[in-house]
């Protein structure tokens, strides 16, 4: 079990998660300058104003253009999670660079499949009619474990079938997701899990100081899963398809331990399993993107199922971050898709083998991070190939 990292301040609201990576960078470091000096806030809100005027005015913000701005509607966070530019919601550009992998004892020439039923996270998202329960962390005492907190949990809630047992928990005000790991539900109804993040669905969903979620990579486990609805109405109701990026999984000789920037993992990835197991060599890692690249024409691959043309175009447009290893065969790749929905899909053989037919042509984006570290512009840069994640409607509470 890796250890429980705690989350740094991120910059949440709907008008600060539209900015550029560079604009937060800057009124980061201001604010942390200025919070030594008491009776700033007003004054605070006026520079932050300036600056946000002056780098959007910057050749870096230019060069996203006015085309690739949110659009006007708004969503939901509880069904289309994290800000704008969290690497999850993010698509891959114009200045993506893409490189065949070069993993020794890896490559994609198999395909893939994904994981529903089992070994998968499924999401409930819970409501005020909901009971509270408690849940117990076995990472902070004897079993049932010490207590974390009080939540609202759906009475239907129950952790993915496997060892892994992951699950996650939406909060009434869309506003929070609790997330799980080898969950065990009592006789009571409360919970007991070996692993207990709680995580903001405003912020980046990745790149956390530590351990922030349920998987092996630290980045939110709601990242990346494609939920109940999504492959009929689009992600969050939107009715234009995927709207985010992958969650892969693969078997641990596919990743490089020696990253770039020193680390077993990059960015969005804050940390990784233990590294014995690993390959020493090649360009994939903990974190890595792996997308399909622009000059595949992804109509031409003999995908006859719809909703798998559907994920093919979401492994185009926004790619795969690899967050977890498993059981996994080797020369293969692994996406998870929420148990809930599973009678979603039309028909589940021709759907597999046409992710596994799009998953052949995946490559690593080698700038989706720099030197290990987060980028300027999450997937590459440039303009992206679909329209940025819409702005969120305000949660109900938030802490």
Do not use: C
């Not at 429980?4 to 942390?32: D, M």
């Not at 704008?84 to 499949?113: F, Q």
């Not at 998968?120 to 474990?145: C, E, H, K, M």
């Not at 233990?274 to 399909?292: K, R």
Request: aromatic share 8%; glycine share 14%.
């Amino acid at each position: 079990m890796l250890p429980v990292g705690v989350s740094p301040p991120r910059y949440q609201g709907t008008v600060l998660s539209q900015l550029t990576q560079v604009t937060r960078r800057v009124i980061g470091w201001w604010w942390t300058v200025s919070n030594g000096f008491a009776g700033r806030n007003a004054g605070r809100l006026v520079v932050i104003l300036a600056i946000v005027a002056w780098v959007q005015g910057s050749p870096e913000a230019l060069a996203v253009s006015k085309n690739t701005q949110p659009p006007t509607a708004t969503r939901d966070l509880a069904y289309w999670p994290f800000e704008t530019l969290s690497p999850w919601n993010h698509p891959v550009g114009s200045g993506t660079i893409y490189e065949p992998e070069t993993m020794p004892r890896w490559d994609v020439s198999r395909g893939g499949y994904a994981n529903i039923e089992g070994y998968s996270i499924p999401t409930y998202v819970a409501t005020t009619a909901d009971p509270l329960r408690r849940i117990y962390n076995r990472q902070s005492g004897p079993f049932p474990g010490g207590l974390v907190g009080t939540i609202r949990v759906p009475d239907s809630a129950e952790p993915a079938w496997g060892t892994d047992g992951h699950m996650n928990v939406v909060d009434e005000t869309h506003a929070w997701v609790s997330e799980m790991y080898i969950v065990q539900r009592l006789s009571s109804s409360d919970i007991s899990t070996l692993g207990y993040n709680k995580n903001s669905l405003r912020g980046l969903g990745g790149g956390f100081a530590g351990w922030q979620g349920s998987v092996a990579a630290g980045t939110s486990g709601l990242g990346g899963m494609i939920r109940a609805g999504e492959l009929v109405n689009g992600t969050g109701g939107s009715g234009t398809g995927i709207r985010h990026a992958l969650q892969g999984i693969v078997y641990p000789k596919a990743l490089n331990r020696n990253a770039p920037g020193g680390r077993s993992w990059v960015w969005p990835a804050s940390s990784s399993d233990p590294t014995s197991g690993y390959d020493v060599v090649g360009n994939v890692h903990m974190g890595s993107l792996l997308a399909i690249p622009p000059w595949v024409n992804i109509n031409t691959l003999g995908i006859t199922n719809t909703q798998a043309l559907e994920v093919a175009r979401a492994m185009q447009d926004y790619g795969i971050y690899l967050v977890d290893t498993g059981g996994v065969s080797a020369n293969q790749l692994v996406i998870r898709i929420d148990p809930q929905a599973k009678t979603d899909i039309g028909n589940r053989t021709t759907f597999e083998a046409g992710i596994s037919l799009a998953m052949r042509q995946l490559q690593v984006v080698t700038n989706s991070h720099a030197n290990g570290g987060a980028p300027t512009i999450p997937g590459g840069g440039g303009t992206p190939r679909r329209p940025l994640a819409p702005p969120f409607t305000a949660p109900g509470s938030v802490r």
